[in-house]
């Protein structure tokens, strides 16, 4: 068991505490097609709605993101995905004082949501797959989520081979964050993700999962998103999505106990008792 290093997150003008308690970054998937939600919130009353209830239920950020990366998913237009999750972000933000972060891999739905008020970009390919959004990162300050990915979502689980997964992933994401920083990414901005599930297998996912302790070592807070995934069902004899909650749970209070600062939920409401249970657990210190 270990406790997640204490640290500040610089998002634009705000800055988080990270490590006193988990952080719940809700998923809200503005596309038809995401593996657990597709479909369920495009109409943005509905998206809008389901932002609050979040909130509500103790998200301290929203997710917001127009385009699925499952295995295999078809990639999205820009003007399509902007589409999407503009009007979204705009709503969230006129209704309250969410913290929005966007999940997307492209510069320019990046940029326009910042405009919108989101303040945190949660890109899968950690800053590579458009050339400008180091540069956008860079320049607006938002706070960034550096995901572990190899290939895109097309190719990536053909190229799921090491030989130490851990020690692979960590020293691939300490490039991208090398590479971040050298655009002018500030380090405090960054917050890195093993990327359960991308480009990696049934067995890898667990070792990650097992070894999230050895994450901290990258020097900045770490993000995990097992929510619903395969390796959940997998583990509980191919359980489908819908049926994958006490999974997630089981996944979300070992990433606790393994010290992630951040994890990223579907079920909220659920997963807040199980992290505030688990923070209550590993993050109490003796007197
Ligand atoms: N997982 C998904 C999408 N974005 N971002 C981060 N930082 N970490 C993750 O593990 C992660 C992510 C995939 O899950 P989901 O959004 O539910 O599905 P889809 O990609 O099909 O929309």
Known sequence: MIEADRSRWKIRDREIALGERTLVMGILNVTPDSFSDGGRHL???????????????????????????????????????????????????????ACVSVDTSKARVAEEALAAGAAIINDVSALTADPRMADVAARTGAGVVLMHLRGTPATMQSLATYDDVVAEVMAELRRRGQAAYIAGVLDEA???????????????????????????????????????KAFVGRALGDLPVAERLEGT???????????????????VKAMVRVIRVADAITRTRPR
């Open 249 to 267: 749970a089981a996944a979300v209070a070992l990433a606790v106990a393994g010290g992630a600062a951040i994890v990223r939920v579907h079920d």
């Open 43 to 97: 109409d943005p009353d509905d998206a809008v709605e389901q932002a609050k209830r979040m909130v509500e239920d103790g998200a301290d950020l929203i997710d917001v993101g127009g385009e699925s990366t499952r295995p295999g998913s078809a990639p999205v237009a820009v003007e399509e995905e902007l589409r999407r999750v503009i009007p979204v972000i705009e709503r969230i933000m006129k209704s309250g004082k």
């Open 190 to 228: 960054i917050v890195y993700d093993p990327g359960i599930g991308f480009a990696k297998t049934y067995e890898h996912n667990l070792e990650i999962m097992r070894r999230l302790p050895e994450f901290r070592s990258l020097g900045r807070p770490v993000l995990v998103g097992p929510s619903r």
